[in-house]
């Protein structure tokens, strides 16, 4: 027998084909039927839905487009990967055979850097919690210590004294560079005297390595401007040192947070538009540092900790449709295999979705909802897609960073992992959550064990 048509009811559209209007966006749906020469379809089927596909080819691009944007523009030039971006280690592991140190903010994060083979003295730990043992481990693998706090500075000399050990630190630093609002939580604040402070404190003491300055203004930072006002900021700090201590540094760390080219929510132009590319960043922060007063014999190395900008655009998330519905004041709606659980960052982005099939003319606002039973599972509050039926797949773009290292168990298990790598060939590099991943770390008391009902 023919296969029954779906039924359409008829439209009529108006049609945007410049700049925004009263009428919004235009809408232009193209399917995403192949990821890196593979159907969609095909992935799914093998390694199930939902599904992470990460692009080898497109990491290494997007890793060697930066380092050029970069050291084209300064003389010396060092990239550490931010593991809490993505901390899977096949993808840890691409950045460092491209030249990548490691930049971790936790024991666990270090540990796993270690385990990775990245040499200690090139594991840059930052973060606001670092134990007394992580420090220890830290110091005796020749790491660079960004030091958060004063508490963690005197644990630091403590420990030194102690040990007879050198510890090599930097301080971080938070400053006003015309952000609002400004993360200050982080570090010693530079307009109040703090990171000056902080510095004559560890110049005293005469017990630790003052090896670097180091920054981190802010996440999905869109004004190139601000890198430049940060930059200019360390590089007087550093010159500081240099006219009272004769004391040059080794390296200025400008942190990351550059934007990718995902679309935050609220935004009225998509990021692809409005985005910085690396090369501004680089122009920005480059120029800042030549043109500012400090004049040691030796350039510093100028430290970047990108992550997002790196590796968003390097990955996409497959799904499923499970199933249709009307809302009652009548929109359409559209439940996915997809969660927020699985693509946390849902509460930061207007993800890019499309259809991975043939597709019809007719469109719908629709609502996109996620399979877990709570009510903030939402995928896109609002988006025009065409008719997605039960068993339709749909690709989600932009989702490298973040959601492998921030997604949770809860309701439902996290799923595959899959590399393709520059010749097209097909790696699991994390398997789809069981039952024994979960129950294999709790305990039963034995008197619970059993039970009648």
């Known amino acids: 027998m023919p296969t029954r ?7 009529i559209k108006k049609l945007e084909g410049n700049m925004p209007n009263k009428f ?21 089927n093998e390694f199930g839905s939902p599904l992470f596909v990460i692009s080898e080819k497109k990491l290494r691009k997007n890793y060697r487009n930066a380092r050029q944007a970069f050291q084209t523009r300064y003389p010396k030039v060092q990239f550490a990967w931010s593991y809490k971006t993505n901390y899977l280690d096949a993808v840890c592991n691409i950045y460092h ?52 706090h004063l508490d963690e500075l005197y644990m630091l000399q403590d420990i030194a004294r ?10 971080r630093v938070n400053m006003d560079t015309g952000v609002y609002p400004m993360w200050d939580r982080f570090g010693f604040n ?17 017990l630790m390595d003052l090896v670097g300055l180091h920054t981190h203004i802010g996440t999905f930072m869109l004004s190139p401007n601000a890198y430049a006002v940060a930059a200019s900021k360390l590089a007087h700090l550093a010159q500081s040192l240099l006219n009272k201590y004769n004391h040059e540094i080794k390296y200025i760390d400008i942190g990351g947070g550059f934007a990718s080219k995902n679309t935050l929510k609220g935004s009225y132009l998509p990021g692809s538009d409005v985005s910085p590319s690396i090369h501004d960043f680089a122009e920005a922060i480059a120029s800042a540092l030549m043109n500012s007063d400090y004049r040691p014999k030796t350039p510093p190395v100028l430290v970047i900790e990108s992550g997002r900008a790196l590796i968003d655009d ?60 709570m009510n903030i599972d939402v995928v896109r509050e609002n988006v025009n897609l065409p008719l997605l039926n039960r068993g339709d ?30 010749e097209g060939g097909k790696h699991l590099i994390r398997r789809a959550e069981s039952l024994d991943t979960i129950t294999s770390q709790e305990i039963m008391p034995a008197h619970l064990a059993h039970f009648d009902l």
């Open 393 to 422: 797949h749909v690709v989600v773009h932009h989702v490298g960073a973040y959601n492998m290292t921030q997604w949770l168990q809860f309701i439902t298990l996290r799923p595959n992992v899959l590399l393709i790598d520059e």
């Open 162 to 171: 102690e040990s007879k050990m050198r510890p090599r630190v930097a301080i």
């Open 314 to 373: 390097a990955a996409w998330l497959l799904g499923t449709v499970l199933a249709n519905k009307r809302l009652s004041d009548g929109r359409r709606a559209t439940i996915l295999d997809i969660g927020v659980n699985t693509l946390f960052t849902a509460f930061w982005y207007d993800h890019l979705i499309t259809p991975a099939q043939p597709i019809t003319s007719y469109t719908e606002d629709t609502a996109l909802y996620g399979p877990l039973c």
């Open 5 to 11: 048509k779906i039924y359409e009811r008829p439209v």
């Open 190 to 206: 530079y307009e109040n005297g703090q990171a000056w402070d902080a510095l004559n404190k560890i110049m005293f003491s005469g």
């Open 97 to 148: 055979q491209e030249g990548s140190w490691a930049e971790v903010v936790s024991g666990f994060e270090y540990d796993k850097a270690i385990r990775n083979g990245v040499p200690g003295s090139k594991i840059i730990f930052n973060g606001p919690d670092k134990t007394d043992s992580d420090l220890r481990k830290a110091i005796t693998n020749n790491s660079l210590i960004h030091i958060d």
């Open 24 to 44: 919004g966006m235009r809408s232009a749906h193209e399917p995403t039927q192949s990821i890196e020469g593979h159907a969609v379809k095909d992935l799914i």
